[in-house]
């Protein structure tokens, strides 16, 4: 799994096949939205403790490889200042069927949210 945080603008790598038995790629942008909870917003500024971020994504790669057989998965998150409209986590996994990719990538994301030390601040 590579793990990347930026400050820049996020620029959706070039797509390389970890191997030719990937049979699936899937993608996904986590936008910035305009509302927050009833609020109107301009972005949201991204905090990371990224030396314990990068050893909580390492823990749950273990653990989800261990349900689904993918061959690669790629995470890019923003930090800092992020206006509305931009994205601020970008996520892909490759694999050999849909599925599996398909179920890294959801629960990649909801385990990130719950465990990984990233935080977002209202504006």
Known sequence: MEVHFTRERI????LALESREVGACVEFLGIVREDEGGRTLTGLSYEAYEVMARTEFARIHAELAEKFS???ATVIHRIGWVPVGE???FVRVQ???RGAAIGYCGELIDRMKQDVPIWKVTE
């Open 95 to 97: 694999a050999k069927h």
């Open 87 to 89: 994205a601020s986590l």
């Open 70 to 72: 993918i061959a690669a």
């Open 11 to 14: 620029v959706v790598p070039e």
